[in-house]
DNA sequence: AACAATTAGATTGTGCACAATTGAATTTAG
DNA sequence: CTAAATTCAATTGTGCACAATCTAATTGTT
């Protein structure tokens, strides 16, 4: 019985860890198309949100440290599509903003959810239970990480 | 309109990445008592339940290529976990087996699923719904990805 | 004011992921 | 039987993730 416990088959996390490299590599071809990682995407979303955002918060949105984040974002700075510079008003502060270029790249992004949802067969309402449960799991996960 | 299909948090692919993550952060200080990282133990796992399989066999039970398999398998070799051979049939097959330090380590890692059960405060019932629903999440990416 | 503690980001080092290419062994077709 | 195609693993190169450490700036305490 103690065997059965390891078997892979069981295990909710590699279920999890596999479906995350699936629906990256279906999203692959899509991105390639705009010049982003899968990363650096999830990065321009924030930034399409909100114009512009501390390291810090981008980390708190993506759940990155800066060791993830300061060289992916420095290659953005090199793709043009963002700008880092330091805060006036708190010199440790770095601030990511929105090149026009970045902003621009908006509009040929804006077709890639749908392209996905089509890919994936999924139905919207199907669509929006499967993310209701993965959220409620990942914060679920995240804050027992917090308090333990 | 356009617009809302670009917002970050309207995305079920950054839930089931963002959760991927915080799992394997579950399992690392586990992980850690046995010397072993998350895709090590995955790894371990079929092997426990095989004792031996060639690498091949191993990517396609896991969804990783010999680009990531080779490296990690000579690591796990390093550690006297597991041999690695040419087969004599097939001198392009490599076969990894379980040394007699690999299958003695299952003992002390039989625990890990069960901890982690009790760290996500998850109800068995639901674990095993999650499960099912992650699963066949997985193999429809999968597939799809296949019939492209 | 002075100094300890905290915070933000950068750096270093290890280990995945994965695309693309290579090379050797095997299989298939002509 | 042999040449082309396929298969398996290794290699190369890029880009994450993340722990640990470091540096500089800011805040809190006395």
Redesign the pocket.
């Known amino acids: 019985m103690s065997d059965d416990q390891l078997r892979l088959d069981q295990m909710l996390c590699f279920a999890i860890y596999a479906c995350s ?1 699936e629906i ?2 279906l999203y ?1 071809p899509l991105l390639d198309e705009v010049g982003l ?4 995407y999830l990065v321009m979303l924030v930034l399409w949100e909100e114009r512009s955002a ?3 918060h981008l ?1 708190e949105r993506l ?11 420095k ?1 953005l700075e090199q793709s043009g599509l963002v700008s ?1 510079a330091r805060s006036r ?6 601030v990511i903003s929105l090149t026009e270029q970045g902003a621009a790249l908006k509009q040929r992004a804006n077709k890639i959810p749908h392209e996905l949802l089509c890919k994936s067969n999924l139905q919207p309402e199907e669509f929006l239970r499967l993310k209701g449960e993965f959220e409620s799991l990942l914060h679920r996960m995240h804050h027992m990480r917090q308090t333990d």
């Open positions: 490299r990256t590599k692959r990682t899968y990363p650096q501390t390291v810090k980390g759940y990155l440290d800066s060791g993830t984040l300061t060289p992916l974002l290659r880092r008003d708190d010199e440790r502060v770095v």
